[in-house]
């Protein structure tokens, strides 16, 4: 676990959620984990390469934000595909993954 300070966009435990490094902030990372169980979401490191992460590199926190998606309200396979789509059409200019993908293949 490291010690650096968090801040959450959107109500943690929701349907999704984010998690970023901010100085501003004077949560550490527990405080947010405390309030959620990490096996009901899929995690994403939401900085320039976007692709799902474990829940042990939320502990070491080594990206600047993650996004965590619900697994009842959202598919991970849909997920992948709006990815895989960014990426193969030379898309891949957003910078972050703040939002979900809409609920339907590219």
């Known amino acids: ?9 959107r109500k943690v ?5 984010k998690l ?14 405390d309030q959620f169980n990490h096996e009901d979401y899929y995690i ?5 390469r976007f692709k799902e992460v474990s829940y042990q590199d939320i502990l070491e926190f080594k990206n600047g934000g993650y996004i965590f998606f619900k697994k009842d309200l ?11 789509w960014l990426y193969s ?5 957003f ?8 609920p339907f293949n590219p």
């Open 95 to 102: 910078p972050y993954l703040s939002i979900p993908f809409p």
């Open 20 to 33: 970023i490094y901010s100085r501003k902030s004077n949560k550490n990372l527990q405080f947010h984990l």
């Open 89 to 93: 059409n030379k898309l891949n200019r």
């Open 44 to 48: 994403y490191k939401s900085s320039n």
């Open 74 to 84: 959202y598919d991970n396979e849909v997920i992948e595909n709006w990815i895989n």
């Open 1 to 9: 676990m490291n010690n650096k300070t968090i801040q959450s966009i």
């Open 13 to 17: 435990g929701g349907d999704y959620f």
